[in-house]
């Protein structure tokens, strides 16, 4: 099942999107103080004094949170940009937002402007609302639902592999030193171009063309390139009896979604999946890695390297979770993932309110840091994205992405600006905050969230029909059978609209 198109598509879609947001999560982390002090002087050169402490944390926190303002701006925006160009172009088009971010970014010290930085941050964000709604929906489309979770999980490790690299070219022997800070944001320039001369050789989305641009020809072109075989008329078929039971392949608005009732705890399960992701506390981790382990005692000059085995820690765990999601399915790591948090959240606090008590808790407070990154990347990481692409059909897909986008990213926003005041004001029990989040999610989902692997979009909405109460629906829906026509004559009128291989347009 795994053809070199597929894989190619996969690792280069990865490699200019997901992997962009990962190491835009980690690379402000390193130079942080540096930053700071380029604030600090520009303020002082324009105003003439030094700027006080609370308004450089307000800065500092500008900076790291409004990447979240710009994320949720591509999430906004994402879904008329997939249906007009397709998702393959779209992820073409977002680099547009990454090379111009880079340039803004690492031009700043030079031109002595914070403010550059800042809209570079908000850019950049943009890039990532777009991809990571983008992104996963193409990956979903392009795969054989044997591996759909194997290939969702892309997205995830390729977020983790970011961090890392955001990490290690952090490092003083690299470029984080005074002088070279600026190449750290410049760096996000390579891959934008690797995934731009390698990704328009590849097909665009399969079920995109087949439902929503109503050519045959290509889709099954497409298909062919990405399964690796010439027989790909189960394929269409499946499909297109997708398309048939859906009646409407017309794009449903955000207002639309919400609305259906058949579609109402799918709804429900994504915005608390995303929501948990965002505010079980893994990017406040990211975000303020080296006040976390210099609160818990380590020596300064040690670290950057101990905050380097976060990032490898959960680049193992997110490539452990890909390997297994198939036999394991989502909801036990899902739900184990976000257990595990709980676990180890509340070690955590333990062990950083005592650690001036014993010599070696600081060192179990590095490890209960690896551990909560390891439970999350196992499921939380990543699954809340594959399960946004297998909860909905091919119309509802990009408005539910959308959903799913917003709550991801007004989390994010929230998580990076308030993390530093909840920190200060609760100390060390700042982190049971996030593991009463994480136990909320796991309970939610242990109760509504179904196993979804290995099958169809179709059996994945049946498996939610009883709770969305859809077959009570479609009796009242009966009483008004003059305002729709028959499932007979509507399937009467699509099968007359495919002829010699090519759907007409406009036929649903």
């Known amino acids: ?43 002082e050169r324009r105003y003439g004094f030094s700027v006080d402490e609370s308004t450089l944390t307000l800065l500092w926190s500008i900076t790291v949170s409004i990447f979240a303002i710009g994320g949720l701006v591509g999430a906004i925006i994402v879904t008329p940009i997939v249906k007009f160009f397709g998702r393959k172009c779209t992820l073409l088009l977002n680099n547009v937002f990454a090379v111009t971010a880079a340039l803004l970014m690492s031009l700043s010290l030079l031109a002595g402007s914070f403010e550059m930085l800042i809209l570079g941050r908000v850019i ?12 996963p929906m193409y990956l979903s489309e392009i795969s054989p639902k044997e591996i759909r979770g194997s290939l969702g999980q892309v997205t995830a490790i390729f977020i983790c592999i970011g961090v890392f690299t955001g990490q290690v070219l952090g490092l003083p022997e690299i470029f984080g030193q005074e002088s070279r800070w600026p190449y750290l944001f410049g760096a996000i320039i390579v891959p934008s171009l690797i995934q731009v001369l390698i ?46 039971v859906q009646r409407n392949t017309k794009l449903v608005s955000i207002l639309q979604l919400l609305r259906t009732r058949a579609v109402r705890w799918q709804v429900v399960t994504v915005v608390v999946t995303m929501g948990c992701y965002q505010l079980c ?16 005692g380590i020596n300064h000059e040690t670290i950057p390297y101990v905050t380097l085995s976060t990032g490898a820690v959960e680049t193992v765990a997110a490539v452990f979770s890909g390997l297994v999601i198939e036999r394991l399915g989502r909801r036990p790591l899902l739900i184990g993932g976000f257990g595990l948090m709980i676990v180890f959240f509340a070690v955590l606090t333990v062990s950083l309110t005592l650690q001036n008590t014993v010599h070696w808790l600081p060192y179990l407070s590095i490890f209960c840091i690896l551990a909560i990154i390891a439970s999350f990347c196992i499921g939380p990481g990543g699954i809340p994205f594959v399960l946004t692409g297998e909860f909905f ?15 991801n990213w007004l989390s994010n926003f929230a998580v990076g600006l308030l993390f530093p005041f909840i920190q200060s004001g609760l100390q060390t029990y700042c982190f049971l905050v996030f593991a009463a989040i994480c136990f909320a999610g796991a309970t939610y989902l242990f109760f509504v969230l179904p196993e979804t692997k290995n099958k169809t979009f179709n059996e994945i909405s049946q498996a939610f029909a009883k709770r969305n109460k859809v077959s009570l629906e479609m009796q009242e829906m009966n009483h008004y059978a003059g305002e729709r026509k028959s499932s007979t004559e509507q399937e009467s009128n699509f099968t007359s609209s495919v002829d010699n291989g090519e759907t007409k347009k406009g036929i649903v």
Request: proline residues 4%; negative net charge.
């Open 1 to 43: 099942n795994w053809s070199v198109s597929l894989i190619v598509a996969s690792l280069t879609g990865a490699f200019g999107s997901s992997f962009l947001y990962g190491y835009n999560l980690s690379v402000v982390n390193a130079p942080a103080v540096y930053i700071k002090k380029f604030y600090n002087e520009t303020w």
């Open 393 to 407: 059909q091919q119309s509802q897909r990009p408005a539910a992405f959308m959903v799913a986008g917003t709550v």
């Open 281 to 296: 506390g893994l990017n406040a981790i990211w975000y303020y890695t080296n006040n976390i382990f210099s609160e818990a």
């Open 199 to 244: 990704l328009p050789f590849l097909p665009e989305s399969p079920r995109y063309l087949l439902l929503e641009k109503h050519n045959t020809s290509k889709a099954e072109k497409a298909f062919q390139t990405f399964l690796g075989k010439d027989d790909v008329s189960h394929e269409v078929e499946e499909v297109l009896a997708e398309s048939r």
């Open 124 to 135: 950049m964000g943009v890039d990532a609302g777009i991809s990571l709604s983008a992104l």
